[in-house]
């Protein structure tokens, strides 16, 4: 197999760094409460320190393949009045559109 050329390297390099993700992030508090009112509390982890050192872990590996992470801090009373308008449960799902909402909202302010 070819190596890349320097000119194919820089550009897949370019591509990969306009990318971001949001990565959702709690407080020991916020973690907790979201976790509580979940319809799928089985996707967190069993203790605070254990989703914190898997996001941490998550975040350096989107950052170290060139990828943007941003963390997204979720504030509970916020996320589930935005599950009220939007006629969603608290899920792995609407957790993850919420934080795209909001990472895509701070885009477009900047």
């Known amino acids: 197999m070819r190596k890349p050329t320097l000119y194919q390297?820089?550009?897949?390099?370019n591509r990969s760094q306009s990318m971001v993700v949001g990565v959702t992030?709690?407080?020991e508090t916020t973690?907790?409460?979201?976790?509580?009112?979940?319809?799928d509390p089985e996707c967190f982890e069993d203790s605070f320190a254990q989703w914190k050192a898997?996001?941490?872990?998550?975040?350096?590996n989107f950052q170290?393949?060139?990828v943007r992470a941003?963390?997204?801090?979720?504030?509970?009373?916020?996320?589930?009045?935005?599950?009220a308008r939007n006629n969603q449960e608290n899920n792995s799902t609407s957790r993850g559109e919420?934080?795209?909402?909001k990472l895509s909202a701070k885009a477009g302010s900047q």
């Open 98 to 101: 919420y934080v795209s909402e």
């Open 9 to 13: 390297s820089l550009r897949a390099k």
């Open 64 to 66: 170290r393949s060139g």
């Open 54 to 60: 898997v996001a941490v872990a998550a975040r350096r």
């Open 25 to 27: 992030w709690y407080n």
């Open 31 to 39: 973690w907790a409460e979201v976790k509580a009112t979940a319809t």
């Open 70 to 83: 941003l963390e997204c801090h979720i504030d509970p009373q916020e996320f589930f009045a935005w599950c």
